[in-house]
């Protein structure tokens, strides 16, 4: 009887829920609500400092007169520092734009705030542009959905903080009245950083702009950068496209929709987003890094014992580079890849596969699957890469006590090396394979040398099976390559289940099956075997 009436009861909420859109609140209304809900408290501050001001006032009052009668049992530092902090509160929004300027130095914080939330709607406007491109209900609309619930989040932060800032500014202020009137008790420092650290929460914008330009400069914008570039020159390059990269899985998806490669196509068209989506995840993280850098900052100049001032500038750095993503990225793939295209490689001999053979099966699914299997590892290796610094640029907040995982530690060293290589899989593809032969991925045509008794027929579905194998092997290559990056990571990491001679294996084993062809070769010329065996060219 309970399970029927829990079940009714689920119905009937679910029939509210369908009937009441108004239930259907993300994020943003959410934050709008927050802010709504306390937009009143900067006046009921200042009400509440406005009767204390009035209080201490009377007291300083009082105490003027208790001097002047016994002035030894009542110092005159008393009812001054009482009847000044009356003043104080009585005058604390001039006391609030003081703690401001203290920290902006006079520059205009909306124009600050509008330089901070330029790059998170950026990021908006272009996934709300793929949205609209593809109005599906995929994983790109998904990303742009949490992106856009998320999009008041900078204004909800900085306006908590600034509320914030007005507690602590009078705090601060009380805190230098008990320091003239007990000053053994409490110390100047407890006064003046609590007004500092309050200015700089009014000033929230104006720290992260500059801690974004320290790593920035005066570079493009969030998209201009990498966004708009790498991710449309290099992002899905294909060595199967090498002209036009940009429009092989177009091409594939329209004249074979239901086959295995336009498949893996779509797993790259409807995710698309994945790195704008990080992007926007760091963006936000770094934003509330710096915020928590501030807080470390202050607590060290309270507490130099216990936190060192290393803790807030750097998480101050680390929220600044989470900001400028895409100017790390680009200086990560500009240092491991000089070069700005994918491998490219020449024409496979498989004319010969004609009819329903074994030969012809082998020669349609490896060319089906070889280009949008290059792009999709592309694909994984940018998107692992981003992932890969975002974890390095936040270890640099830990201590050097952690060892390998530290800020100096081979570990992180390792991961953002780790990151630059999956950002720029492609060329560093092309490097290996180009440190071993003359042409990288590039002879695949293959010419059987010892023909006899051999018509043309056979050698036609020869050489589509030579050309097939090539094709398949290439793919098994790029995929052991992707994995020896990752091994050569969890070494440096200190896995024990790892070791660096099975990830440079995999480094090199993947680079010779890239570039089987041009081994092979060599091989056979080493052997004394060029006349008899295959003869692998460019075309």
């Given at each position: 009887m309970r399970?029927?009436?829990?079940?009714?009861?689920?119905?009937?909420?679910?029939?509210?829920?369908?009937?009441?859109?108004?239930?259907?609140?993300?994020?943003?209304?959410?934050?709008?609500?927050?802010?709504?809900?306390?937009?009143?408290?900067?006046?009921?501050?200042?009400?509440?400092?406005y009767m204390i001001g009035l209080v201490l006032g009377v007291m300083g009052v009082v105490k003027l007169k208790q001097h002047v009668e016994d002035p030894r049992s009542t110092p005159l530092r008393e009812p001054m520092i009482r009847l000044l902090t009356g003043g104080a509160l009585f005058a604390l929004?001039?006391?609030?734009?003081?703690?401001?300027?203290?920290?902006?130095?006079?520059?205009?914080?909306?124009?600050?705030?509008?330089?901070?939330?330029?790059?998170?709607?950026?990021?908006?406007?272009?996934?709300?542009?793929?949205?609209?491109?593809?109005p599906l209900q995929d994983i790109n609309q998904i990303l742009g959905n949490i992106i856009d619930s998320f999009e008041e989040t900078p204004g909800l932060i900085t306006g908590l903080g600034y509320l914030c800032g007005l507690v602590v500014g009078v705090t601060g202020v009380l805190k230098l009245k008990d320091?003239?009137?007990?000053?053994?008790?409490?110390?100047?420092?407890?006064?003046?950083?609590?007004?500092?650290?309050?200015?700089?929460?009014?000033?929230i914008p104006t720290i992260v702009v500059a801690a974004y330009r320290?790593?920035?400069?005066?570079?493009?914008?969030?998209?201009?950068?990498?966004?708009?570039g790498i991710i449309y020159l290099g992002f899905v390059a294909s060595s199967e496209d090498p002209l036009n990269y940009t429009s092989f899985c177009p091409v594939l998806v329209v004249t074979n929709p239901f086959s295995l490669g336009s498949t893996l196509c779509q797993i790259i068209f409807h995710t698309v987003a994945f790195p704008t989506f990080l992007?926007?995840?760091?963006?936000?993280?770094?934003?509330?890094?710096?915020?928590?850098?501030?807080?470390?900052?202050?607590?060290?100049?309270?507490?130099?014992?216990?936190?060192?001032?290393?803790?807030?500038?750097?998480?101050?750095?680390?929220?600044?580079?989470?900001?400028?993503?895409?100017?790390?990225?680009?200086?990560l793939y500009v240092t491991m890849a000089s070069l700005a295209v994918p491998h490219t490689g020449g024409a496979f001999n498989d004319?010969?596969?004609?009819?329903?053979?074994?030969?012809?099966?082998?020669?349609?699914?490896?060319a089906n699957i070889l280009g949008p299997a290059q792009s999709l590892m592309n694909w994984f290796g940018y998107v692992a890469g981003i992932i890969l610094v975002i974890i390095g640029i936040t270890r640099l907040m830990r201590s050097a006590q952690e060892g390998v995982r530290g800020p100096g530690g081979v570990g992180t060293l390792m991961t953002f090396l780790a990151a630059g290589a999956l950002i720029s899989f492609s060329p560093m593809v092309t490097a290996f394979t180009g440190s071993m032969f003359t042409i990288p991925m590039g002879?695949?045509?293959?010419?059987?040398?010892?023909?006899?008794?051999?018509?043309?027929?056979?050698?036609?579905?020869?050489?589509?099976?030579?050309?097939?194998?090539l094709r398949f092997?290439?793919?098994?290559?790029?995929?052991?390559?992707?994995?020896?990056?990752?091994?050569?990571?969890?070494?440096?990491?200190?896995?024990?289940?790892?070791?660096?001679?099975?990830?440079?294996?995999?480094?090199?084993?993947?680079?010779?099956?890239?570039?089987?062809?041009?081994?092979?070769?060599?091989?056979?010329?080493?052997?004394?075997?060029?006349?008899?065996?295959?003869?692998f060219t460019m075309f």
């Open positions: 399970m029927m009436y829990s079940l009714i009861y689920s119905l009937a909420f679910a029939l509210v829920l369908a009937a009441a859109p108004a239930y259907a609140v993300d994020f943003n209304e959410l934050s709008d609500n927050i802010i709504g809900s306390v937009e009143n408290l900067p006046g009921l501050i200042s009400g509440l400092c929004p001039i006391c609030y734009e003081a703690m401001y300027y203290a920290i902006t130095a006079g520059n205009n914080v909306d124009d600050d705030q509008e330089a901070m939330g330029e790059g998170f709607n950026s990021l908006f406007d272009f996934l709300a542009g793929l949205a609209t491109a593809v320091h003239v009137l007990n000053p053994e008790q409490t110390t100047l420092k407890e006064g003046v950083v609590r007004l500092l650290y309050a200015g700089a929460l009014f000033a320290t790593i920035n400069g005066d570079g493009a914008s969030l998209l201009d950068t990498v966004y708009q992007a926007g995840f760091s963006y936000l993280l770094g934003l509330v890094v710096i915020v928590w850098g501030m807080t470390k900052l202050k607590d060290h100049v309270l507490n130099p014992n216990n936190v060192s001032a290393w803790e807030g500038f750097a998480r101050i750095i680390v929220g600044g580079a989470l900001f400028a993503m895409p100017t790390v990225l680009n200086a004319g010969g596969a004609v009819g329903n053979g074994l030969d012809t099966m082998m020669v349609a699914f490896t002879a695949n045509y293959a010419t059987l040398n010892y023909t006899v008794g051999l018509g043309p027929d056979e050698l036609g579905h020869i050489h589509a099976v030579i050309s097939a194998v092997v290439i793919v098994i290559g790029l995929v052991s390559f992707l994995r020896g990056i990752f091994i050569v990571r969890s070494v440096a990491e200190g896995d024990n289940q790892a070791s660096m001679m099975a990830g440079v294996t995999h480094l090199i084993g993947g680079a010779l099956a890239v570039n089987l062809g041009p081994f092979l070769n060599a091989v056979q010329n080493t052997l004394g075997l060029a006349g008899y065996g295959v003869n």
